[in-house]
């Protein structure tokens, strides 16, 4: 009996000797280290130097001073102790299936490209907006392609292809003669760039329709053609009424999503605005009632302003040099600056090239932002407008270096709270713990990855 003790203490010994190495491999965590030059805290504006990020899987475990943090031997070590590191960009307007709509391609997009190529195409302009450090995007419909966004969010999650983390609209919504493409013989059926919606009813089908497809967010246009007088103003045409767009938001936000409305100035804004929408994206003239009840009501805007630059002379041809859009959107932004609105920062990227969107910092800036309020817009606000329902609550994941955030970094070389342009040359991106650009170490990281 004793003898059978003991040979059963001896088996127990032998296997719990075979299994103690894989506890103590299993307890290890699998983390890497980020050494940091300068930090920018995005909540203080503080500028933080000699800082260490623990990076634990895809997440932010810790951030402190780099004396504080003890390196293992042989973890991997980011050195970015000559670059000043910020958060990833996010970026609440874009869209990643248009590659430039002049000189009628907009007409050959849904007219003579299919939805696979398209597809395609918005991988590539993904990634792009990723290696300009945008690891996060709304992107605000697919202008025809269906719910093709929902593809590319899908395979960027599993990994299949590099790019930021998506927020997808779908098709967004707008009424019978209001949206491209117009113009063709009522003999042609011809593509439409978004779901046409008729009625209360049609409305609150159609959310349904794009949420059961995977919509994470509704985009309306509550604008559609505009046209400037002979004494300079813009006269914008209303889309939808309010009946119809308080159907669309109430059912939006009863399965949990919000509503962000295109919209240029009275009075279709202003019904977007008395519907509840969530965001009034562009936003341009803004009448000073509308300013008040968006900031009563805690509507964001989203601006867009240098897409309008973009196409400034063509409206000074339609003006008679008399205003532009972009003449207009410059006096209405600045007049919600002043009264407070929160504004979110977004592009309209697409029109103009993908990756280059950065340059919008530059107008946030000479319109009257910070160059702090411009990042914190890129950023926490963004963050904040994208914020919706069960795992999609971004402000906790995203837009800012804070423990238990996904580990969403850039860097560049100079302080961009001098010098906003900076961020137009973005040399670091890591996206979930995964560095995807790498331009401070030769060869650039991203040439070594297949």
């Given at each position: 009996m004793r003898r059978k003790a003991i040979l059963i203490c001896a088996v127990l010994t032998f296997v719990c000797l075979l299994l103690l190495p894989c506890a103590v491999f299993t307890q290890v965590p699998n983390q890497e280290y980020v050494r940091a030059g300068k930090l920018l805290d995005i909540h203080s504006g503080r500028v933080l130097t000699d800082?260490?990020?623990v990076i634990d899987g895809n997440r932010i475990a810790r951030v402190a001073k780099a004396d504080e943090i003890s390196v293992p031997a042989g973890a991997t070590v980011v050195d970015l102790s000559n670059a000043f590191v910020l958060p990833g960009l996010i970026d609440a307007h874009e869209h990643i299936f248009l590659t430039g709509e002049d000189n009628g391609r907009y007409d050959q997009q849904l007219l003579k490209e299919s939805w696979q190529y398209r597809t395609i195409e918005a991988t590539v302009n993904a990634r792009r907006d990723l290696d300009a450090g945008f690891t996060s995007m709304r992107d605000c419909e697919t202008e025809g392609a269906m719910y093709s966004d929902?593809?590319?969010?899908?395979?960027?999650?599993?990994?299949?292809?590099?790019?930021?983390?998506?927020?997808v609209a779908t098709r967004a919504m707008s009424v019978t003669g209001s949206y491209p493409l117009l113009g063709y013989s009522p003999e042609v059926t011809v593509p439409t760039g978004v779901q046409i919606v008729d009625g209360p009813w049609a409305a609150r089908k159609a959310v349904r329709e794009q949420i059961k497809y995977g919509a994470d967010f509704i985009k309306v246009y509550g604008t559609?053609?505009?046209r400037f007088t002979h004494d300079g103003k813009?006269?914008?045409?209303p889309t939808f009424t309010l009946d119809e767009l308080k159907a669309i938001v109430d059912e939006a936000h009863r399965w949990g999503r919000k509503v962000a409305c295109h919209a240029y100035g009275d009075p279709g804004?202003?019904?977007?605005?008395?519907a509840g929408v969530d965001s009034i994206e562009h936003g341009l003239d803004l009448s000073d009632y509308d300013i008040q009840q968006m900031k009563a009501k805690g509507t964001w805007l989203v601006p867009t302003l240098y897409v309008y630059k973009?196409?400034?002379?063509?409206?000074?041809?339609?003006s008679d040099g008399k205003v532009s859009r972009a003449s207009i959107h410059e006096v209405s932004f600045k007049k919600a600056l002043a009264a407070g609105i929160k504004i979110a920062f977004g592009t309209d990227a697409g029109p103009f090239p993908h990756g280059t969107q950065a340059i919008e910092?530059?107008?946030?800036?000479?319109?009257?932002?910070?160059?702090l309020q411009a990042i914190q817009a890129a950023t926490l606000n963004a963050a904040r407008v994208m914020n919706a329902y069960g795992q999609k609550n971004w402000s906790k994941t995203v837009g800012a270096i804070d423990p238990g955030k996904y580990a969403d970094i850039i860097a560049v070389s100079g302080n961009p709270l001098d010098d906003i342009k900076q961020l137009e040359q973005v040399k670091f991106v890591m996206k979930g713990g995964v560095v995807y650009k790498n331009d401070f170490v030769q060869p650039p990281v991203d040439k070594l990855m297949p």
């Open positions: 800082m260490m990020i929902v593809d590319v969010q899908t395979a960027i999650n599993r990994h299949l292809i590099p790019g930021p983390r998506l927020w559609g053609g505009f813009m006269i914008s045409t804004l202003r019904n977007c605005v008395d973009t196409i400034e002379a063509a409206d000074l041809t339609l910092f530059e107008y946030l800036v000479k319109y009257g932002m910070t160059p």
